[in-house]
């Protein structure tokens, strides 16, 4: 397959992350398998991976905020107890061979399908500021130490927390979640590029593919509100199963 051709189908591919990752989660499990098919080892693939990551979330949160919603104090105050988790998780990634991380990663991807296919609870309301609870803060390292050792269905994890232990709505989820991605991902990035895990011109084409499924989906997701946001969710969960069962 000619270059071009191959950097074309991996923007393709980050347009579509992109979306699923601001509106829902899991657009990593398109990603990073895509990254190791162009020829990456999991380290350089995970790493690269990083590039899109934090583009396409500083463009949601730069959207967001444009669409006049955001929560900086509480989005911080979160986004702070992940950086340690990220930086650990991060530093046993780039150490692990690629068959233990494909081996996690089959586990990590069992996870999530199984969490979000149980039911959950309708008590509670949602609002944008959402309840205090103590717990939100561990939760949060552990879900910063998931990132940074592997990314893929984070997201899932921060809507989780937010959503069933804050009551946040969705809408404010998501804006909070991009921005802590966007900040975990900095230290776990730092890492990855210091031992040479990172292929730019790999990770700027997707990037640039990223960035513009992230800023078209902070547009479906603020004019679609919770209910458009539940319908990716799903389709999101669905494409991680195809992916899980390798018929994607």
Same mark, same amino acid.
Not at 9 to 20: E, N, T
Not at 193 to 214: E, R, S
Not at 216 to 230: D, F, K, M, P, Y
């Given at each position: ?81 992940? !950086?340690? #988790?990220?930086? &650990?998780? @991060?530093?046993? +990634? ?11 990663? $089959? ?8 969490s979000m296919l149980v039911p959950q609870s309708k008590s509670g309301i949602t609002t944008q500021e959402g309840k205090k609870t103590w717990l939100i803060y561990p939760v949060m390292f552990a879900i910063g130490f998931y990132g940074g050792f592997v990314q893929v269905g984070v997201g899932f994890l921060i809507m989780a927390a937010l959503y069933h232990l804050l009551k946040i ?31 730019? !011109?790999? #990770?700027?084409? &997707?990037? @640039?593919?990223? +960035? ?11 004019? $679609? ?24």
């Amino acid at each position: 397959m000619p270059e071009y051709l191959e950097l074309l189908i991996l923007f393709g591919v980050g347009v579509v992350a992109g979306v699923i990752n601001v509106m829902a989660g899991g657009g990593s499990s398109l990603t990073l398998p895509a990254l190791i098919f162009l020829g990456l080892d999991s380290a350089s693939a995970n790493g690269t991976n990083r590039v899109g990551i934090l583009i396409q979330s500083l463009i949601a949160t730069l959207s967001f905020r444009k669409e006049k919603i955001s929560g900086l104090n509480l989005s911080l105050r979160l986004a702070a107890f992940t !950086i340690p #988790g990220a930086i &650990l998780g @991060a530093l046993i +990634a780039i150490r692990i061979s690629d068959v233990w991380f494909e081996r996690i990663l $089959g586990l990590i991807m069992i996870g999530i399908i199984v969490s979000m296919l149980v039911p959950q609870s309708k008590s509670g309301i949602t609002t944008q500021e959402g309840k205090k609870t103590w717990l939100i803060y561990p939760v949060m390292f552990a879900i910063g130490f998931y990132g940074g050792f592997v990314q893929v269905g984070v997201g899932f994890l921060i809507m989780a927390a937010l959503y069933h232990l804050l009551k946040i709505n969705l809408v404010f989820v998501n804006m909070h979640k991009v921005f802590i991605t966007m900040i975990f991902t900095i230290p776990a990035l730092i890492i990855f590029i210091w031992t040479d895990n990172v292929d730019w !011109i790999l #990770g700027l084409v &997707l990037a @640039a593919g990223n +960035a513009l499924g992230g800023w078209w989906a902070v547009r479906l997701s603020v004019r $679609g509100g919770e209910r458009i946001i539940r319908y990716v969710l799903i389709a999101a969960i669905f494409i991680v199963a195809l992916k899980l069962f390798g018929l994607f």
